[in-house]
């Protein structure tokens, strides 16, 4: 099994919903995909997604899960919480891929670096950035490059998540059992599952 950390300091920029996000991607591709939540907050509460959802809130349970998954087919993606630098770096260090999403504004560009170096002395092997919130607005992106992303080593940077209302919904409790989200979500969790599986 590979494991997948999208980790950052910061808030806001999309960790769970991006966490979803390639655990459904993974699901429409056939693959077996466990979701690790490990913010302080409350998980939600999910009712037949596609995908395994894991209450794993201390560095024991997530232990746990992990190693009694490691032996299995699939994907193990970890949802790591804002404000747990520590907890963090002992899941960098146990994953194959850190992704650190950088939304579009100064703050979280200027982490996202600092988040990195962090993680990688922290015995991360693959470190990387993942664009996420990307406009769909040519003038509007290209603001965005110049702004915050140019600061980013671009050779560092694995790809981009466009902007999609829908992808909220996956980071909001189920009141009813899971239906087929819209098509650009689910074409969008396709292509961001086929990024990262290129780079595992």
């Known amino acids: 099994m590979k494991g997948v950390a999208i980790a950052s300091s910061k808030g806001g920029t999309g960790k769970t919903s991006l966490s979803h996000l390639l655990a459904l991607g993974a699901a429409w591709n056939n693959v077996p995909s466990y979701l690790m939540h490990t913010d302080n907050r409350e998980p939600i509460r999910v009712q037949g997604r596609p995908y395994l959802y894991y209450d794993a809130r201390t560095p024991e349970t997530l232990a746990t899960l992990v190693e009694s998954a490691v032996n299995q087919d699939g994907l193990c993606i970890i949802d790591g919480g804002g404000n747990r630098p520590e ?14 999403p950088v939304s579009p504004d100064q703050e979280s560009a200027t982490l996202a670096i600092s988040d990195r170096e962090r993680m990688l002395k922290s015995g991360a092997t693959d470190c990387r950035y993942i664009l996420n919130n990307v406009s769909t ?64």
């Open 87 to 100: 907890f963090d770096n002992w899941i960098a260090s146990a994953v194959d891929l850190v992704l650190i």
């Open 137 to 200: 607005n040519a003038k509007a992106r290209a603001f965005d490059q110049t702004a915050f992303y140019d600061q980013l080593d671009q050779d560092l940077i694995l790809g981009e998540v466009k902007a999609v209302a829908a992808v909220k919904r996956l980071g909001i409790p189920d009141q009813e059992p899971f239906s087929t989200p819209p098509s650009n979500l689910n074409k969008l969790s396709r292509v961001f599952y086929d990024l990262v599986s290129k780079n595992l």
